[in-house]
Protein backbone atom coordinates (compact mmCIF):
# COMPACT_ATOMS: atom_id res chain seq x y z
CA UNK A 1 0.00 0.00 0.00
CA UNK A 2 2.59 2.50 0.88
CA UNK A 3 4.75 1.76 -2.11
CA UNK A 4 1.53 2.95 -4.17
CA UNK A 5 0.95 5.93 -2.13
CA UNK A 6 4.51 7.24 -1.73
CA UNK A 7 5.00 7.99 -5.57
CA UNK A 8 1.84 9.60 -5.68
CA UNK A 9 3.00 11.99 -2.86
CA UNK A 10 6.21 12.81 -4.72
CA UNK A 11 4.47 13.64 -7.63
CA UNK A 12 1.94 15.87 -6.19
CA UNK A 13 4.45 17.50 -4.31
CA UNK A 14 6.62 18.47 -7.38
CA UNK A 15 3.17 19.54 -9.10
CA UNK A 16 2.91 22.20 -5.91
CA UNK A 17 6.63 23.09 -5.89
CA UNK A 18 6.23 23.85 -9.67
CA UNK A 19 3.35 26.15 -9.14
CA UNK A 20 4.73 28.05 -6.12
CA UNK A 21 7.17 30.46 -7.83
CA UNK A 22 4.44 31.11 -10.91
CA UNK A 23 1.90 31.83 -8.18
CA UNK A 24 4.36 33.63 -6.19
CA UNK A 25 5.36 35.45 -8.99
CA UNK A 26 1.22 36.38 -10.19
CA UNK A 27 0.54 37.39 -6.31
CA UNK A 28 3.25 39.49 -6.53
CA UNK A 29 3.03 40.91 -9.51
CA UNK A 30 1.21 44.62 -9.29
CA UNK A 31 -1.66 45.42 -11.71
CA UNK A 32 -0.71 47.36 -15.49
CA UNK A 33 -1.80 50.76 -14.85
CA UNK A 34 -2.80 52.41 -18.14
CA UNK A 35 -3.11 56.05 -18.32
CA UNK A 36 -4.36 57.97 -21.15
CA UNK A 37 -4.94 61.77 -21.27
CA UNK A 38 -7.47 63.46 -24.25
CA UNK A 39 -5.25 65.86 -25.26
CA UNK A 40 -7.72 66.14 -28.32
CA UNK A 41 -8.10 70.08 -28.34
CA UNK A 42 -4.40 71.03 -27.38
CA UNK A 43 -3.36 69.04 -30.27
CA UNK A 44 -5.48 71.62 -32.11
CA UNK A 45 -8.24 68.83 -33.73
CA UNK A 46 -11.33 70.50 -33.82
CA UNK A 47 -13.67 67.78 -35.47
CA UNK A 48 -16.84 67.40 -34.89
CA UNK A 49 -19.41 64.48 -35.57
CA UNK A 50 -22.37 65.01 -36.17
CA UNK A 51 -25.10 62.88 -35.67
CA UNK A 52 -28.95 63.06 -34.35
CA UNK A 53 -29.54 62.55 -30.48
CA UNK A 54 -32.81 60.76 -30.79
CA UNK A 55 -31.49 58.13 -33.22
CA UNK A 56 -35.41 57.45 -34.60
CA UNK A 57 -33.06 55.61 -37.67
CA UNK A 58 -30.88 52.61 -37.72
CA UNK A 59 -28.74 54.58 -39.83
CA UNK A 60 -28.07 57.54 -37.51
CA UNK A 61 -26.64 55.25 -35.13
CA UNK A 62 -23.96 54.47 -37.22
CA UNK A 63 -21.00 55.85 -38.76
CA UNK A 64 -17.78 57.54 -36.76
CA UNK A 65 -14.81 55.65 -39.39
CA UNK A 66 -11.70 57.06 -38.55
CA UNK A 67 -8.12 56.31 -40.11
CA UNK A 68 -4.18 57.18 -39.08
CA UNK A 69 -2.26 56.67 -41.88
CA UNK A 70 1.00 58.84 -43.41
CA UNK A 71 -0.55 60.61 -46.17
CA UNK A 72 2.16 62.54 -46.88
CA UNK A 73 5.44 60.21 -46.04
CA UNK A 74 6.52 62.10 -43.52
CA UNK A 75 6.70 59.89 -40.85
CA UNK A 76 3.80 60.88 -39.04
CA UNK A 77 0.50 59.44 -38.93
CA UNK A 78 -1.88 61.81 -40.45
CA UNK A 79 -5.94 61.52 -39.42
CA UNK A 80 -8.92 61.45 -41.47
CA UNK A 81 -12.19 61.71 -39.85
CA UNK A 82 -15.48 60.12 -41.96
CA UNK A 83 -18.17 62.66 -40.71
CA UNK A 84 -22.42 61.39 -40.97
CA UNK A 85 -25.86 62.94 -41.86
CA UNK A 86 -29.24 62.41 -40.40
CA UNK A 87 -32.26 62.58 -42.09
CA UNK A 88 -33.33 66.15 -41.01
CA UNK A 89 -30.17 67.04 -42.40
CA UNK A 90 -30.71 65.08 -45.98
CA UNK A 91 -34.66 66.33 -45.96
CA UNK A 92 -33.51 70.53 -45.81
CA UNK A 93 -30.37 69.56 -48.24
CA UNK A 94 -27.81 70.28 -46.16
CA UNK A 95 -23.97 68.67 -45.81
CA UNK A 96 -21.35 67.94 -43.26
CA UNK A 97 -17.76 67.72 -43.37
CA UNK A 98 -15.55 64.99 -43.25
CA UNK A 99 -11.78 66.34 -42.21
CA UNK A 100 -8.14 65.23 -42.85
CA UNK A 101 -5.55 66.24 -40.14
CA UNK A 102 -1.89 66.79 -40.88
CA UNK A 103 0.41 65.60 -38.18
CA UNK A 104 2.86 68.56 -37.53
CA UNK A 105 5.20 65.98 -35.62
CA UNK A 106 5.26 68.04 -32.84
CA UNK A 107 2.17 67.27 -31.03
CA UNK A 108 0.03 69.35 -32.80
CA UNK A 109 -2.80 68.71 -36.21
CA UNK A 110 -3.76 70.83 -39.13
CA UNK A 111 -6.85 70.83 -40.91
CA UNK A 112 -6.25 70.06 -44.60
CA UNK A 113 -9.27 69.00 -45.83
CA UNK A 114 -9.47 71.78 -48.20
CA UNK A 115 -6.52 71.64 -49.56
CA UNK A 116 -7.10 68.10 -50.27
CA UNK A 117 -10.15 68.24 -51.50
CA UNK A 118 -12.00 65.38 -49.51
CA UNK A 119 -14.44 66.41 -47.55
CA UNK A 120 -17.62 66.29 -49.31
CA UNK A 121 -18.07 62.83 -48.98
CA UNK A 122 -21.98 62.52 -48.26
CA UNK A 123 -23.07 60.46 -45.54
CA UNK A 124 -20.25 58.67 -44.66
CA UNK A 125 -19.69 55.37 -42.28
CA UNK A 126 -16.49 53.27 -42.88
CA UNK A 127 -12.88 53.83 -44.27
CA UNK A 128 -9.88 51.81 -45.21
CA UNK A 129 -7.03 52.76 -46.43
CA UNK A 130 -4.33 51.15 -48.93
CA UNK A 131 -2.25 52.29 -51.99
CA UNK A 132 -4.16 50.64 -54.73
CA UNK A 133 -2.58 51.70 -57.22
CA UNK A 134 1.27 50.55 -56.07
CA UNK A 135 2.39 54.58 -56.71
CA UNK A 136 3.88 54.80 -52.70
CA UNK A 137 1.01 56.98 -51.65
CA UNK A 138 -1.53 55.13 -49.43
CA UNK A 139 -5.44 55.99 -50.77
CA UNK A 140 -8.55 56.26 -48.62
CA UNK A 141 -11.74 54.46 -49.56
CA UNK A 142 -15.07 55.72 -47.93
CA UNK A 143 -18.18 53.64 -47.14
CA UNK A 144 -21.69 55.30 -47.55
CA UNK A 145 -25.09 55.26 -47.72
CA UNK A 146 -24.79 56.15 -51.20
CA UNK A 147 -22.11 55.53 -53.73
CA UNK A 148 -19.14 55.01 -51.92
CA UNK A 149 -15.76 56.93 -52.68
CA UNK A 150 -12.33 55.74 -53.78
CA UNK A 151 -10.10 58.95 -53.49
CA UNK A 152 -6.59 58.59 -54.81
CA UNK A 153 -3.76 60.60 -53.10
CA UNK A 154 -1.90 62.35 -55.62
CA UNK A 155 1.18 62.87 -53.32
CA UNK A 156 1.02 66.28 -53.16
CA UNK A 157 -1.48 66.66 -50.79
CA UNK A 158 -4.45 66.16 -52.38
CA UNK A 159 -6.75 63.76 -53.93
CA UNK A 160 -8.80 62.69 -56.79
CA UNK A 161 -12.51 61.10 -56.38
CA UNK A 162 -11.39 58.20 -58.85
CA UNK A 163 -14.63 56.31 -57.89
CA UNK A 164 -16.01 56.03 -61.38
CA UNK A 165 -12.64 55.27 -63.48
CA UNK A 166 -12.54 52.45 -60.94
CA UNK A 167 -16.27 51.27 -60.59
CA UNK A 168 -16.11 51.14 -56.72
CA UNK A 169 -19.14 53.51 -56.51
CA UNK A 170 -21.58 50.87 -55.00
CA UNK A 171 -24.71 53.05 -54.45
CA UNK A 172 -25.99 50.97 -51.77
CA UNK A 173 -25.76 51.61 -48.14
CA UNK A 174 -21.77 49.57 -47.42
CA UNK A 175 -20.61 50.22 -44.13
CA UNK A 176 -16.99 48.26 -43.69
CA UNK A 177 -14.33 47.59 -46.35
CA UNK A 178 -10.73 46.08 -46.22
CA UNK A 179 -7.87 46.54 -48.38
CA UNK A 180 -6.66 42.84 -49.02
CA UNK A 181 -4.59 41.78 -52.11
CA UNK A 182 -6.88 37.69 -51.86
CA UNK A 183 -4.84 35.81 -55.24
CA UNK A 184 -1.25 37.29 -54.35
CA UNK A 185 -0.57 39.05 -57.81
CA UNK A 186 0.78 42.23 -55.65
CA UNK A 187 -2.70 44.60 -56.61
CA UNK A 188 -4.67 45.50 -53.49
CA UNK A 189 -8.05 44.28 -53.96
CA UNK A 190 -11.25 45.38 -52.04
CA UNK A 191 -13.70 44.45 -50.37
CA UNK A 192 -16.78 45.77 -49.29
CA UNK A 193 -19.49 45.19 -46.89
CA UNK A 194 -22.79 45.59 -47.25
CA UNK A 195 -25.44 45.95 -44.48
CA UNK A 196 -29.19 46.70 -44.94
CA UNK A 197 -31.58 48.26 -47.65
CA UNK A 198 -32.58 51.23 -46.67
CA UNK A 199 -33.94 54.15 -48.95
CA UNK A 200 -33.64 57.76 -47.17
CA UNK A 201 -36.15 59.58 -49.41
CA UNK A 202 -39.09 56.83 -48.79
CA UNK A 203 -38.62 56.69 -45.32
CA UNK A 204 -41.61 55.54 -42.67
CA UNK A 205 -42.92 57.18 -39.97
CA UNK A 206 -41.61 56.91 -36.62
CA UNK A 207 -43.26 55.33 -34.32
CA UNK A 208 -45.75 54.08 -37.20
CA UNK A 209 -45.44 50.51 -39.14
CA UNK A 210 -43.86 47.47 -38.49
CA UNK A 211 -40.65 47.95 -38.71
CA UNK A 212 -40.99 51.29 -36.30
CA UNK A 213 -42.25 49.92 -33.12
CA UNK A 214 -42.45 46.78 -31.41
CA UNK A 215 -45.13 45.68 -29.11
CA UNK A 216 -46.66 49.31 -29.96
CA UNK A 217 -43.28 51.25 -28.14
CA UNK A 218 -41.59 53.14 -30.68
CA UNK A 219 -38.27 52.08 -31.52
CA UNK A 220 -35.69 52.72 -34.00
CA UNK A 221 -36.98 52.17 -37.22
CA UNK A 222 -35.27 49.50 -39.13
CA UNK A 223 -35.09 47.61 -42.29
CA UNK A 224 -36.52 45.08 -44.90
CA UNK A 225 -33.70 43.38 -46.49
CA UNK A 226 -30.60 42.62 -46.08
CA UNK A 227 -27.77 43.48 -48.71
CA UNK A 228 -25.46 41.18 -49.90
CA UNK A 229 -21.20 42.12 -49.97
CA UNK A 230 -18.95 42.67 -52.40
CA UNK A 231 -15.05 41.26 -53.51
CA UNK A 232 -14.12 43.69 -56.26
CA UNK A 233 -11.17 42.73 -58.65
CA UNK A 234 -8.44 44.63 -58.90
CA UNK A 235 -7.22 44.22 -62.56
CA UNK A 236 -4.38 45.02 -65.12
CA UNK A 237 -6.29 47.94 -66.68
CA UNK A 238 -6.86 49.59 -63.23
CA UNK A 239 -10.48 49.16 -63.35
CA UNK A 240 -11.63 47.23 -61.07
CA UNK A 241 -14.74 43.96 -61.43
CA UNK A 242 -16.83 42.50 -58.69
CA UNK A 243 -16.64 38.61 -57.97
CA UNK A 244 -18.52 38.66 -55.88
CA1 LIG B 1 2.20 62.37 -42.28
CA1 LIG C 1 -1.62 55.20 -54.15
CA1 LIG D 1 -4.95 41.19 -56.09
Redesign the pocket.
Known amino acids: MSLRIVPALALITSFVILLLPATAWMIKSPPIEVDFTDITENAGIKFKHVSSPEKKYIVESMSGGVALFDYDNDGYLDIYFVNSLTVDLVKSKQKTRSALYHNNGDGMFTDVTDKAGIGDIGWGMGVTIGDYNNDGFDDIYVTCLGPNHLLRNNGNGTFTDVTQNARVGDPRWSTGAAF ?10 LFVSNYVDFDVNNLPEFGKGRTCQFKGIPVQCCWKKRLKCRLL ?2 TPTSLSVPVI
Not at 180 to 189: A, I, P, R, S
Request: overall charge negative; proline content about 0%; cysteine-free.
Open positions: VDYDNDGKLDLR
